[in-house]
């Protein structure tokens, strides 16, 4: 039996050590399909609810298996699906391969059935790298570049084969001429930094007096280089949100998650700070930086296309993180007078007390907060955590406290809803021996993470550690979007939008043979962890909880507090509960150890 371009095509992917391709069926992928019933389906095909879930299972195993990733589905409506999911990827610098069907050549510009233009589609999304293959002889130089492209600039690509194309005999490229035969595997150079501006950033570290770092995603193969130079620096550590999983929240100077969700150990940190290192981070929200004029700052980021925006950084350092920073320590000089740290270190240790008391503030019926302060007492300091986009990434920026090998994400830049079902789904492909737990709001449960607790229910036998647990926020409310309206806007809750449908989570959960428990009080919380975290399958905490505590940032400005009153006076449905918990909340910054459970 001949081999086609599809079966070529798998084979090339097994070479790459590819494992799992997360996709949906179509017809316009149908030669694929059957090369992978020939190959006895390997790499396996893991078949998500939609093919956006399938474009958030790559993202997710990228993230948190670190190479590569793929996905697939079908010509026109399929193709289109994952473009979500792909600048999810795209944003948060994750290299994930869609391959994607066509209608055959012979149909192209005749406006057919499904016929859409993918390279038009594409262009954007995988602006680094989208090619149609539309002879045999193409097929491993498109598919080792896009590959290659994916890692290297860690970004989404995209390989287009039509339906007919799929279906034919393999021919490899020849040794002739307009042929271009390609190979598989890559060394990978360490970026090793200018030496002369290593020394012109250690000149600027070592002048300063009063110094932050502020580290990303890009630190996290440098935590242990990112610890010497605080200790040397006498310096606290703050984490933009994608890399809050680099370090320990263990160690008495991370100050914790930056931004609006940040903390206020690192807000204080930036507006008092005469010196700033950043490593690895490419955070947006230049407000909650230094003042302009106010810091000396240093960067080292990979990405020479990245790297000085930002801030007035004086040193731009492009290189690897961890060998640059190596290159640095020698010449920084330890700072003896730890007065900055340790006023640092005293209002971290604060922090996590008044973290502590702001989930115990009674609510109706459960305070949100306390869902992830509970599992962060409990948390395996193994787990892959994945945070939905909305009131779930608050919580889970400033609850839950990393520790040991404990990874974390969320769709850091594009904030889309629905990924972290799917995302926890990719994490267990990556890692079958690791626990995973998504959170997620009930609007983003509803929009996509109910349909994939099917795609759990089908595969988690194949798991070595069969635990995945999703825990609901269930308030009924799309609640971020209505503390949007009240903070910024000075709107009222608009019931139409934002009131969600009633339905009970964890009887679905529990009607497809995953574990699931209902939660209605928040004593109930400690043992619904234990269980779930303890479990024989996955399980879905459907937990009821209040959508008037409010997520309102420490550092909030006093024109966004006005906005929100105005809003609650203008007639919002929830204004009473909303001033009884945000006043209760809020007292938790001002009180000594205090627990308002009443």
Not at 60 to 65: E, L, P, T, W
Not at 298 to 310: A, K, N, P, Y
Not at 452 to 469: K, M, N
Request: net charge negative; hydrophobic share 40%.
């Amino acid at each position: 039996m001949s081999t086609t371009v599809a079966d070529r095509l798998l084979e090339r992917l097994r070479e790459w050590g590819v494992e799992q391709v997360f996709g949906y069926p179509g017809d316009g992928i149908n030669g694929l399909l059957g090369a992978f019933s020939r190959a006895d389906d390997q790499p396996r095909f893991i078949q998500a609810r939609h093919e956006e879930m399938a474009a958030f299972e790559a993202v997710g195993y990228a993230k948190f298996g670190g190479g590569p990733a793929i996905c697939m589905a079908t010509s026109g409506p399929g193709a289109i699906h994952l473009l979500n999911g792909l600048y999810d990827a795209k944003l948060d610098h994750v290299p994930v391969v869609a391959i994607v069907g066509q209608t055959n050549r012979t149909a192209m510009g005749g406006s057919y059935q499904q016929e859409v233009d993918l390279l038009s589609l594409f262009k954007d999304v995988a602006s680094d790298y989208v090619q149609m293959v539309t002879v045999p002889e193409q097929l491993p130089n498109v598919l080792d570049r896009a590959i290659r492209v994916a890692t290297s600039r860690r970004a989404p690509t995209a390989v287009i084969i039509p339906n007919d194309v799929q279906e034919l005999e393999y021919e490899p490229p020849t040794h002739a001429f307009k042929m271009v035969p390609s190979s598989v595997g890559t060394s990978w150079p360490t970026v090793d930094a200018d030496d002369a501006a290593v020394r012109a950033a250690a000149d600027i570290l070592n002048a300063g007096s009063k110094v932050a770092l502020l580290i990303g995603q890009g630190a996290r193969g440098a935590a242990d280089e990112v610890v010497q130079v605080a200790e040397l620096l006498g310096a606290g550590v703050a984490k933009a949100l994608l890399g809050k999983d680099v370090l320990s929240d263990e160690l008495p100077f991370v100050t914790g998650s930056i931004g609006l969700l940040g903390t206020r150990p690192s807000y204080e940190m930036m507006q008092d700070c005469d010196t700033l290192l950043t490593v690895g981070s490419n955070f947006p929200y230049t407000q909650f930086m230094p003042e302009l004029d106010q810091a000396r700052a240093v960067q080292i980021d990979i990405d020479g296309t990245l790297i000085g925006m930002r801030y007035p950084y004086e040193v731009n350092l492009v290189g690897d993180a961890r060998a640059t920073l190596q290159a640095l320590i020698p010449r920084l000089e330890r700072k003896e007078d730890r007065g900055w740290r340790e006023g640092i270190e005293k209002k971290v240790t604060r922090w996590w007390e008044v973290m502590d008391a702001e989930a115990h503030v009674a609510a109706k019926p459960i305070n949100p907060m306390r869902i992830f302060s509970e599992f962060s007492e409990q948390a395996p300091e193994n787990c892959l955590i994945a945070a939905d986009s909305g009131s779930a990434a608050n919580w889970y920026a400033r609850q839950v406290r990393m520790r040991g090998t404990m990874r974390g994400t969320l769709s850091g830049t594009l904030a889309t809803m629905g990924p972290a079902v799917p995302y926890a789904i990719g994490a267990k492909f990556a890692h079958p021996d690791r626990p995973a737990i998504a959170f997620e709001g009930d609007g983003a449960m509803q929009m996509n993470g109910l349909a994939e607790l099917l795609t759990i229910a089908r595969y988690h036998r194949e798991w070595s550690d069969p635990r995945l647990v999703v825990a609901v926020l269930h308030n009924n409310d799309l609640n971020q979007v209505t503390w949007e309206l009240r903070a910024m806007g000075g709107t009222p809750r608009f019931v139409e939008s934002q009131a969600l449908p009633d339905t009970s989570y964890a009887d679905f959960a529990a009607s497809i043979g995953l574990g699931a428990l209902t939660i209605t009080d928040p004593e109930q919380l400690a043992d619904a962890w234990r269980q779930a975290l303890t479990a024989d399958r996955p399980f879905v905490l459907d937990v009821h909880c209040d959508p008037d505590v409010p997520p309102i940032p420490p550092h909030a400005t006093l024109e966004q507090m006005t906005d929100m009153a105005a809003a609650l006076i203008k007639g919002d449905t929830s204004r009473w509960g909303v001033i009884k918990e945000g006043l209760k909340t809020k007292a938790q910054e001002l009180l000594p150890n205090a627990h308002a459970d009443t």
